[in-house]
């Protein structure tokens, strides 16, 4: 495994591990997400405004259906769809929030596009979760999978293929 991909997933890892995030606490983005109406679905629809990796967040409540954080005071509900998710808030406030902010690995155009939510041929894995965040596991069971499936919208998936835990193939991607 690359040194870069090791390193990256050590972070990750590390970050993992984090206790259960605590209402009323800060926290930092791990991955960029989008919403829409302040709200954003776990089925992790890749429309509307997109929130970037690192930003400042407060966990404001935690509930057995979803959860709420704070932006600046803008309200984001956290919406999930259990039959696609395959887990619960908690868990997926877990893979949201870390207490520190992230290092983002790579070079100043990795960085770029992995802030940016841009996909690119040649991105580990932990590159995309960082650019996408997880996929629905419905459709990808692990992320030690090598097909992943994202969707667009309701109607439109995006698959990606990873090699060598390095992302080889997907519709759009440069």
Request: hydrophobic share 40%.
């Amino acid at each position: 495994m690359p040194l870069l991909s090791l390193l990256c997933l050590l972070a990750l890892s590390a970050h993992s591990l984090a206790a259960t995030p605590i209402v009323g606490s800060t926290y930092f983005t791990k991955y960029n997400f989008k919403i829409e109406k302040e709200r954003h679905l776990t089925t992790n629809y890749w429309r509307g405004e997109m929130i970037p990796i690192n930003t400042p967040v407060v966990l404001k409540s935690i509930g057995a259906k979803e959860f709420t954080i704070s932006i600046d005071g803008r309200l984001i509900v956290f919406k999930n769809v259990r039959k696609f998710t395959l887990r619960d808030p908690k868990v997926i406030a877990e893979e949201l929030l870390s207490p520190s902010r992230l290092t983002i690995p790579g070079n100043a155009e990795r960085r770029d596009d992995i802030e940016s939510g841009t996909l690119r041929f040649g991105m580990t894995k932990q590159e995309v979760i960082m650019t996408r965040g997880y996929p629905p596991r419905h459709k990808t069971s692990s992320t030690k999978a090598n097909r992943w499936v994202y969707w667009s919208s309701r109607f439109v998936q995006r698959t990606l293929v990873f090699r060598n835990n390095v992302l080889v193939e997907g519709r759009g991607l440069h």
